[in-house]
């Protein structure tokens, strides 16, 4: 990457990496409802396409259907019992620790899953219908 690349230039998935592993650049501070309120603001920014099947797709791995928002799945799966009760905002260190990683995990996955077939996002709405439809 070049110095002088402007900001609009990075990928989404290059754009993660960098919140991930510098989130200070970014005014964030490390937390999961930091970088979770920093996703949301990305992806309005992007029109809703940044994170667009996203948790169509975290419903897809839990194999259920859910009224939850995707942060609150994320949190829901990789802290069981804890997170949901409380909400992201107050998870303790280890806990907080555990939910981001949890959740560039599930990003990197879903990015995966969405970009590397030709109609990668189609699948997952297409499976999410087929899954859950009524």
């Known amino acids: ?23 200070g650049m970014y005014g964030l501070d490390g937390s999961y409802g930091n970088f979770v309120t920093y996703l949301c603001g990305y992806d309005e920014g992007a029109r809703g396409s940044a994170l667009l099947g996203f948790r169509e797709w975290l419903l897809l791995l839990l194999g259920r259907q ?22 992201h905002r107050n998870l303790d260190e280890q806990q907080n620790q555990v939910a981001v990683e949890a959740l560039f995990r599930f990003l990197e996955d879903f990015l995966r899953d969405r970009d590397t077939e030709r109609d990668g996002l189609r699948s997952i709405f297409r499976d999410y219908s087929l899954r859950f439809a009524e």
Not at 7 to 12: L, V
Not at 76 to 83: H, I, M, S, T
């Open 1 to 23: 990457m070049s110095g002088d690349r402007r900001i609009s230039e990075f990928s989404f998935r290059e754009h993660l990496e960098l919140i991930r592993t510098r989130p």
């Open 66 to 87: 859910s009224s939850l928002v995707w942060p609150s799945l994320i949190t829901e799966q990789a802290l069981p019992g804890v997170a949901h009760a409380f909400g």
